[in-house]
């Protein structure tokens, strides 16, 4: 049997992808954090670890917000996040779970220590 659709046509009659390949995905996108209020702390000597890190949020956070709630958060170093597991269903996608986690949540801070070492998701708390 001949394929009769000729070398640019599959047998479907569709004519191929762009280049010849097959479809292509769409570029990741990057978060909107367009309804965030995002600090960047840079604390002299660096934090030497995770909990340095966090009460300087918590810091900067209650400055900002007064009552604060953390919603998530990851720690770099020990590639690590919360809530645990959020991550795996976005594997291999542009999105990290915990920064989905926080934004879908109601997160209206986040705070990077140390340009994404640490990074902190918060939600104002009103009384």
């Known amino acids: 049997m001949t394929d009769?659709?000729?070398p640019d046509r599959s047998r479907t009659g569709a004519a191929p992808a762009e280049g010849g390949r097959g479809a292509q995905c769409p570029a990741p996108v990057a978060p909107d954090l367009s309804g965030?209020?995002?600090?960047?702390?840079?604390?002299q000597p660096p934090c030497p670890d995770y909990r340095c890190a966090m009460e300087s949020a918590d810091a900067e956070a209650r400055a900002r917000l007064g009552e604060y709630m953390l919603l998530s958060w990851y720690d770099r170093d020990r590639d690590f996040e919360s809530p645990?597991?959020?991550?795996?269903?976005h594997q291999?996608?542009?999105v990290p779970g915990y920064v989905d986690y926080g934004l879908h949540h109601g997160a209206t801070l986040?705070?990077?220590v140390d340009g994404g070492r640490f990074v902190f998701f918060y939600l104002p708390v009103d009384l």
């Open 4 to 6: 009769d659709a000729g």
């Open 36 to 43: 965030l209020t995002v600090a960047e702390l840079h604390p």
């Open 84 to 89: 645990q597991h959020a991550g795996e269903c």
């Open 92 to 94: 291999g996608g542009a």
């Open 110 to 112: 986040k705070v990077d």
